[in-house]
């Protein structure tokens, strides 16, 4: 039985993105020090990267010039940018219509990625934390932005995690973070429980255990566990060997209302997304063409 009525749809500049099956969301990630090795790319690479995702059936491609894993270096605003913008300079020359996601947490790189290259979605791991005007700037511009929680920084977040009782201090964050965010006229909130931000292994799998008491906001929830340590320290692995598990914790997961995976391995979680689905009985034999229908239809 359906406790809760769970938003479908989501507005980015006037453009509706449905979301009545899950999504897969593309990692893109313009950095030199990304955790996992395979998922770095040069701007030479970003076109055949991002025809392979298309190819596999992204939903949307999320593009990050900053790297956020644990103790990742730490770099200015502008040397973000100056990664970010050939990348999306690419990316909409060669896919005007693909939905496209910046993540960043600075508000300038938010209004510069919208501004000049139409971005769709905001992700920012800090909910506005670490730049204050982050959310009155997505409020502006009326596309979908993604919070999550972190405890910390990427710098020091995984020095000594601490909570008391996990789930309930997250659920009160984001109690707290979406009145902000509508108070700023951010309509449309997807809220993603960071896993591996500021959590330590047995965090972690509570928080997916429990990822459906999530749904109480009715609100959009997206996964992002693929490749993970929660996945590789547990398996006594390595990132390059953790596809196998990040399937098995992608469909654990969509069981547990999960409404968007972001993804290394594009391919592989679409399929896992069509095997659960068509197990709850939505029969999409093809998802591709469905996918390509969705997205073209968005952008018409």
Same mark, same amino acid.
């Given at each position: 039985?359906?406790?809760?009525?769970?938003?479908?749809?989501?507005?980015?500049?006037?453009?509706?993105?449905?979301?009545?099956?899950?999504?897969?969301?593309?990692?893109?990630?313009?950095?030199?020090?990304?955790?996992?090795?395979?998922?770095?790319?040069?701007?030479?690479?970003?076109?055949?990267?991002?025809?392979?995702?298309?190819?596999?059936?992204?939903?949307?491609?999320?593009?990050?010039?900053?790297?956020?894993?644990?103790?990742?270096?730490?770099?200015?605003?502008?040397?973000?940018?100056?990664?970010?913008?050939?990348?999306?300079?690419?990316?909409?020359?060669?896919?005007?219509?693909?939905?496209?996601?910046?993540?960043?947490?600075?508000?300038?790189?938010?209004?510069?990625?919208?501004?000049?290259?139409?971005?769709?979605?905001?992700?920012?791991?800090?909910?506005?934390?670490?730049?204050?005007?982050?959310?009155?700037?997505?409020?502006?511009?009326?596309?979908?932005?993604?919070?999550?929680?972190?405890?910390?920084?990427?710098?020091?977040?995984?020095?000594?995690?601490?909570?008391?009782?996990?789930?309930?201090?997250?659920?009160?964050?984001?109690?707290?973070?979406?009145?902000?965010?509508?108070?700023?006229?951010?309509?449309?909130?997807?809220?993603?429980?960071?896993?591996?931000?500021?959590?330590? *292994?047995?965090?972690?799998?509570?928080? =997916? $255990?429990?990822? #459906?008491?999530? @749904?109480?906001? %009715?609100?959009?929830? !997206?996964?992002?566990?693929?490749?993970?340590?929660?996945?590789?320290?547990?398996?006594?692995?390595?990132?390059?060997?953790?596809?196998?598990?990040?399937?098995?914790?992608?469909?654990?997961? *969509?069981?547990?209302?999960?409404?968007? =995976? $972001?993804?290394? #391995?594009?391919? @592989?979680?679409? %399929?896992?997304?069509? !095997?659960?689905?068509?197990?709850?009985?939505?029969?999409?034999?093809?998802?591709?063409?469905?996918?390509?229908?969705?997205?073209?239809?968005?952008?018409?």
């Amino acid at each position: 039985m359906q406790l809760f009525d769970k938003q479908k749809t989501l507005n980015s500049h006037g453009r509706i993105i449905e979301i009545s099956t899950p999504m897969v969301m593309g990692v893109l990630n313009i950095t030199p020090d990304s955790f996992y090795e395979n998922s770095r790319v040069n701007n030479t690479g970003i076109i055949s990267k991002v025809n392979q995702m298309i190819t596999d059936g992204a939903d949307i491609i999320d593009i990050g010039a900053y790297s956020s894993r644990p103790g990742a270096t730490h770099i200015s605003e502008q040397e973000e940018w100056e990664r970010l913008e050939p990348a999306l300079k690419a990316v909409r020359t060669k896919h005007s219509d693909i939905l496209v996601s910046v993540d960043t947490f600075r508000s300038e790189v938010a209004r510069l990625a919208i501004e000049y290259y139409g971005v769709n979605i905001i992700n920012d791991i800090s909910a506005g934390e670490i730049d204050a005007n982050m959310m009155q700037k997505v409020g502006k511009y009326r596309v979908p932005y993604i919070m999550m929680h972190m405890q910390g920084t990427p710098q020091n977040m995984q020095n000594n995690p601490n909570y008391k009782y996990i789930v309930q201090e997250i659920l009160t964050y984001f109690s707290n973070k979406v009145y902000e965010a509508r108070q700023a006229n951010i309509h449309d909130i997807i809220l993603d429980p960071g896993f591996g931000f500021g959590k330590t *292994l047995n965090h972690n799998y509570e928080l =997916l $255990r429990r990822l #459906d008491e999530f @749904e109480v906001f %009715e609100l959009p929830v !997206l996964a992002g566990v693929s490749r993970k340590s929660m996945i590789y320290k547990l398996l006594n692995n390595t990132p390059e060997q953790a596809l196998n598990g990040t399937t098995v914790l992608n469909t654990i997961a *969509l069981a547990k209302g999960a409404d968007i =995976l $972001r993804v290394h #391995d594009v391919k @592989e979680a679409v %399929e896992a997304v069509r !095997l659960f689905t068509r197990v709850e009985g939505v029969n999409t034999e093809d998802r591709r063409p469905e996918t390509e229908d969705r997205r073209l239809n968005n952008f018409s």
